[in-house]
Nanobody, 127 residues
Framework: VQLQACGGGEVQAGDSLRLSCEASGRTSASYGTGWFRQGPGKEREFVARISWNGRVTHYADSVKGRFTISRVSAKNTVYLQMNSLKPEDTAVYYC?????????????????????WGQGTEVTVSS
């Protein structure tokens, strides 16, 4: 599967952004999708993950209650709605995926488990 991420930008603290991750290629098979981010001088970290059917989700504590991950199967697209953005959310955001044994299975929180990566999309939040 190939992934195309977009939607980043420069915003003020408290604003919202929606990132998109569109998949192409072998999209009929079950794959889970995760969002990761890498801030300036930081290691890449897990943000959110979603099962292939979009019914199971999980978030990092740092974004829980502010970010929402969702999937529109008809568009083969996973979204990351980011509300109440903070300066510490500034990072390059990446979507990633790998094939899973079933539609309800969540992908891993570890980036090393993912085989397919989109290009990063940069989010800058100023105070």
């Amino acid at each position: 599967v190939q992934l195309q991420a977009c939607g980043g930008g420069e915003v003020q603290a408290g604003d919202s952004l929606r990132l998109s991750c569109e998949a192409s290629g072998r999209t009929s098979a079950s794959y889970g999708t995760g969002w990761f981010r890498q801030g300036p001088g930081k290691e890449r970290e897990f943000v959110a993950r979603i099962s292939w059917n979009g019914r199971v989700t999980h978030y990092a504590d740092s974004v829980k209650g502010r970010f929402t991950i969702s999937r529109v199967s008809a568009k083969n697209t996973v979204y990351l709605q980011m509300n109440s953005l903070k300066p510490e959310d500034t990072a390059v955001y990446y979507c990633a995926a790998y094939y899973l044994p079933g539609p309800w299975v969540l992908p891993d929180v570890r980036s090393s488990s993912y085989n397919y990566w989109g290009q990063g999309t940069e989010v800058t939040v100023s105070s």
